[in-house]
């Protein structure tokens, strides 16, 4: 991703355009799921990914640690408190615990103002390993 960024930019505050099409999915510690990281702060933790579900494949219980906000492109994602259908949005506050899973499979967007705290100790996409 860093090489992509400074690829683009000549200068720190111009516009990063990405070429969404051809970056390509990464694998995901998490069966059936892959990412595509199109932006990330390390030092804030904020950032915005891509990610793809197989059908069927699921997110471990999690804590929200700020703001989530996911935008479904196509399929849906579940969980006990609800139902993400293709071209609908949640959000979720900081503190919200859920397992999330995608019965038909899944495409969306994802915005993250912090990592996320897996509750069984598993590191994924933005969260830093502390041990």
């Known amino acids: 991703m860093e090489k992509f ?9 111009d516009a990063c355009y990405l070429d969404i099409a051809s970056l390509g999915w990464e694998p ?14 390390p030092q804030s933790g904020m950032s915005t990914i891509m990610f793809k579900m197989a059908p069927g494949a ?3 219980a999690h804590e929200h ?11 849906s994602l579940v969980d006990e408190q609800g139902v993400v259908t293709a071209g609908n949005y949640v959000w979720r ?4 615990t859920h397992k999330a899973w995608a019965p038909d499979g899944a495409l969306f967007l994802s915005f993250f ?3 996320n705290r897996f509750l069984d100790g598993a590191k994924f996409f933005t969260e830093k ?3």
């Open 129 to 131: 390993d502390s041990k």
């Open 28 to 41: 995901s510690s998490f069966e059936g799921i892959q990412t595509k990281v199109l932006y990330m702060d």
């Open 5 to 13: 960024k400074s690829e683009m930019r000549s200068d720190p505050l």
């Open 65 to 75: 640690t700020a703001l989530e906000q996911t935008y479904m492109i196509e399929g």
């Open 93 to 96: 506050p900081a503190g919200n």
């Open 113 to 115: 103002m912090k990592p």
């Open 58 to 60: 699921v997110v471990p």
